[in-house]
């Protein structure tokens, strides 16, 4: 009899586990639940959607549950999974549309329920005007939101990668907009000089940041008027909650599936879990930092990809490695670009450990040709030049050089081999010393 594999969770990790799985092995049978009623949908391209680049949400979406089922794949949308028993192999699930609950066998599971939006116990979250961003639903809700009731101030709590990409797409729609962040920077994963200069871009473009004010609560009758902050009170007809991501990880707790120091589901290089034939990938799981050696909780759609690959090859009898990242983003805010990847100079020093740093500013393209902007890089390496990690900040089509830092950084590379690159050079593209080389060259 054909083996069955369950997927929990129908998004990036989830249908490329399911994909991948069927290729592995045509015999294979797969079902995936998927408690929303979209799978296989970008979550990245939210704020996009939000902004009004293009105005149908299905087109988030890569693949149907009618395009899977003609590859072999049984998808059940609006079916949630609630509760997993390993020794007897069986999930709990309840389809959401009828309420009714049924019990379903499998051979071998993957676990790719993702992450949410962390709710820190703040109160007035749940009221009418505040919307998280996470799934295709919370898009369409917040967009008829912003066409219906027309608010005219916008406050974003939280001033990380949903927060700048947020306050671009609510400009954009003509709103009033104030990003309210805890720290005293905008963007954690970036060392302070670089995040100022991001700062400085969306100051420029009419958004207020208002940074060192945690968020204390939402208030109004019946819908979100105000938030607190601090000492500030900031008169609000929306907010948006963008305070972070937690891992999915409780329906993998209760099953006895082990989760690291991070909270989410600890995993090896084959995305096995602690239980034979239960893998995790995705949002849910962590994943292997090559810079610290160390697990680390990094949700990104990137990732989550290659880990339900992985996790779908393997489940299927196949043999494939995940060997981890080194903390790559990138993002992009009105006419700027920031990149990151590695560890930033605070991280590193939170470790203990002694770096140096070089940063410099240089043109994105030769002095005369048109167009182009500053580019900031920085870099961050150990004194004996081994690169520890790298930020860009400048126009957003000259930061995926970030891409070149990240190779050096999974290399091992120091900034002597950065410095010796043959990097591409016409004048459209870069000056005749790259960014990325004068970095290099001033770092030595
Ligand atoms: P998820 O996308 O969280 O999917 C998990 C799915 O499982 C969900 O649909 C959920 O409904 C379902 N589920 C959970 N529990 C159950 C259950 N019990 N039963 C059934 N179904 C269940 N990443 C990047 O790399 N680049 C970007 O530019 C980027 N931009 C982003 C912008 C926004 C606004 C957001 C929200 C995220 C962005 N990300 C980006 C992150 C990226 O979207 C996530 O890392 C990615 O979606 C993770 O995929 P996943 O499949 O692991 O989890
Ligand atoms: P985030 O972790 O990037 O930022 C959350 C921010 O909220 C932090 O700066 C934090 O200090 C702040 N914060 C926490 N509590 C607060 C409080 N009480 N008051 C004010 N500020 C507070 O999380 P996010 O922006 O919600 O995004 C979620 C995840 O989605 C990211 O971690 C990232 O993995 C992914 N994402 C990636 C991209 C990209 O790669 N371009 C874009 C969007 C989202």
Not at 160 to 172: D, H, N, Q
Not at 323 to 351: D, I, P, Y
Request: aromatic share 6%; hydrophobic share 40%; glycine share 12%.
């Amino acid at each position: 009899m054909a083996r069955k594999m369950v997927v929990v969770g129908g998004v990036a990790a989830g249908m490329s586990a399911a994909a991948k799985a069927k290729r592995t092995d045509p015999e294979l049978e797969v079902v995936v639940y998927e408690r929303t009623g979209y799978v296989s949908y970008g979550g990245c391209g939210l704020p996009y959607f939000v902004a009004g680049l293009f105005d149908d949400p299905r087109r988030l979406v890569a693949r149907t549950p009618e395009q899977f089922a003609r590859q072999g794949i049984r998808v059940h949308i609006r079916h949630q999974v609630e509760g997993i028993d390993p020794e007897r192999r069986e999930v709990r699930v309840r389809n959401l549309e009828t309420g009714e609950a049924f019990v379903d066998a499998y051979d071998v599971l993957v676990l790719t329920t993702g992450g949410r939006p962390a709710r820190p116990p703040i109160p007035g979250l749940d009221l009418p005007g505040a919307f998280p961003l996470r799934t295709v639903e919370d898009g369409i809700r917040l967009r008829r939101f912003l066409e219906r009731e027309g608010p005219r101030r916008a406050v974003i709590l939280g001033g990380g990668y949903i927060g700048v990409e947020m306050a671009e797409a609510l400009r954009t729609r003509g709103l009033e907009v104030t990003i309210v962040e805890a720290l005293p920077q905008i963007l954690p994963g970036f060392d302070p000089e670089m995040a100022e200069r991001v700062r400085e871009h969306l100051e420029a473009h009419g958004v207020s940041v208002l940074t060192g004010h945690p968020v204390t609560a939402l208030e109004g009758r019946g819908r979100v008027e105000r938030v607190q902050a601090g000492d500030r009170t900031l008169e609000a007809d929306l907010a948006v909650i963008a305070l972070g991501v937690k891992p999915n990880a409780e329906l993998a707790r209760e099953a006895g599936i082990a989760l690291g120091a991070t909270g989410a589901v600890a995993v090896d290089e084959r995305q096995r879990t602690n239980l034979p034939d239960h893998y995790a990938a995705g949002d849910v799981a962590e994943v292997l930092h090559r810079v610290t050696g160390e697990p680390a909780y990094l949700p990104l759609g990137t990732t989550a990809n290659k880990q339900g690959r992985v996790a779908g090859a393997n489940a299927a009898g196949g043999h494939a490695v995940f060997k981890g990242v080194v903390g790559t983003a990138v993002f992009k805010a009105f006419e700027l670009g920031a990149a990151r990847t590695g560890l930033s100079e605070a991280q590193a020093r939170a470790r203990g450990w002694e770096v140096k740093v070089s940063q410099i500013q240089h043109g994105s393209r030769a002095h005369y040709y048109p167009g182009g902007g500053p580019v900031h890089v920085r870099l961050i390496y150990r004194p004996d030049g081994r690169l520890v990690g790298g930020q860009i900040v400048g126009p957003w089509e000259a930061v995926k050089r970030i891409d070149v830092l990240a190779a050096a950084l999974q290399a091992g590379w120091t900034v002597q081999d950065l410095r010796e690159l043959d990097l591409a050079y016409a004048p459209p593209f870069s000056p005749v010393w790259d960014p990325l080389l004068v970095a290099a060259n001033v770092a030595r």
